[in-house]
Nanobody, 125 residues
Framework: QVRLVESGGGLVQAGDSLTLSCAAS????????MGWFRQAPGKERAFVAHITHTGGSRYYADSVKGRFTISRDNAKNTVYLQMNSLELEDTAVYYCAADESLRIGRPPEGEYDYWGQGTQVTVSS
């Protein structure tokens, strides 16, 4: 069992940067692919970014490409989401998730095995 805890959310202004962290416990995440998702008010949860268990491949939603960067530090059992040039539309609860399947590519949202509780990011004008 893997427990995921997100942190780093907060209230920022448009154009600011913020880095989210997802700390894992229970197992080392070296064999897990990791993803970030977000849920804006009144909307369904949506994919943001994914990094394979080796870190060799990364995937991004079109809306965040060029602004967000996902990374991992297996020694710290932590995954990060660096968010730059934040926009009002980035306001959401951000969740991290772990996929233990060792698959090639990015899994569908429903096939991630573990989820965190989320951290709120609010971008103001």
């Amino acid at each position: 069992q893997v427990r995921l805890v997100e942190s780093g959310g907060g209230l920022v202004q448009a154009g600011d940067s913020l880095t989210l962290s997802c700390a894992a416990s229970g197992r080392t995440i070296g064999r897990y692919a990791m993803g970030w998702f977000r849920q804006a008010p009144g909307k369904e949860r949506a994919f943001v970014a994914h990094i394979t268990h080796t870190g060799g491949s990364r995937y991004y939603a079109d809306s965040v490409k060029g602004r967000f960067t996902i990374s991992r530090d297996n020694a710290k059992n932590t995954v990060y989401l660096q968010m730059n040039s934040l926009e009002l539309e980035d306001t959401a609860v951000y969740y991290c998730a772990a996929d233990e399947s060792l698959r090639i590519g990015r899994p569908p949202e429903g096939e991630y095995d573990y989820w965190g509780q989320g951290t709120q990011v609010t971008v103001s004008s």
